[in-house]
């Protein structure tokens, strides 16, 4: 299993930003997918997941994120998305995708400040 | 959603310690439970999957008990490499997943 995570980086408040995670060595189509962030000596946070089409294909967010992150999904290319928009300071973190606790990404680290 | 709560928040001890962490669901999670050490600057290290089975190259000092909504973690006898923060995580496709708050594991 390998995740990739990119698209992290520093956007000013109210603005939005795109992650990518690009996944190989498993069945993609078949995978859960989540995100999980962790802010700056903080926890480990669920920030949504995206169930496969064999699954329902639904898609869950957490409460602090909900109306303003957006996960999606490309199964041609073995990516799962995390849009991000109306980011706030609180949003700084660093955000890591996983397909269940044998498949973590390295993790990409978005900065909201102005 | 499933709520997560995880003791203690701070631990000190020893090399050579016998030490164990616990983590209780708001609800029944089934087996579906993790437990990941982390150290800083680093991804999350899975350690234990499915409440006790040890993933592969972890070392045997490390195991994992429980179901349901009562879980824990123990480690035989610390090693200095072990001095880290460790979370449980509750996981399930057909459910929200969520962490506990951690424990950090520091020398006494």
């Known amino acids: 299993v390998q995740l990739v995570e990119s698209g992290g980086g520093l956007v000013k408040p109210g603005g939005s930003l795109r992650l990518s995670c690009a996944a190989s060595?498993?069945?993609?189509?078949?995978?859960?997918m989540i995100w999980v962030r962790q802010a700056p000596g903080k926890g480990l946070e669920w920030v949504g997941q995206?169930?496969?089409?064999?699954?329902?294909?639904?898609?869950d967010y957490a409460a602090p994120v909900k109306g303003r992150f957006t996960i999606s999904r490309d199964e041609s290319k073995n990516t799962l998305y995390l849009q991000m928009d109306s980011l706030t300071t609180e949003d700084t973190a660093v955000y890591y995708c996983s397909t269940g606790p044998r498949g973590w990404g390295q993790g990409t680290l978005v900065t909201v400040s102005s | 959603d499933i709520q997560m709560t995880q003791s203690p928040s701070t631990l000190s001890a020893s090399v050579g310690d016998r030490v164990t962490i616990t983590c209780r669901a708001s609800?029944?999670?089934?087996?579906?439970l993790a437990w990941y050490q982390q150290k800083p600057g680093r991804a999350p290290k899975l350690l234990i999957y499915?409440?006790?089975s040890l993933e592969s190259g972890v070392p045997s000092r490390f195991s994992g008990s429980g179901s349901g909504t009562e879980f824990t973690l123990t480690i035989s006898s610390l090693q200095p490499d072990d001095f880290a923060t460790y979370y449980c995580?509750?996981?399930?496709?057909?459910?929200?997943?969520?962490f506990g708050q951690g424990t950090k594991l520091d020398l006494k």
């Open positions: 995580q509750q996981y399930n496709s057909y459910s929200t997943c969520s």
């Open positions: 499915k409440a006790s």
């Open positions: 995206s169930r496969s089409i064999t699954d329902g294909g639904t898609i």
């Open positions: 060595g498993f069945t993609f189509n078949k995978a859960w």
């Open positions: 609800q029944s999670v089934s087996s579906w």
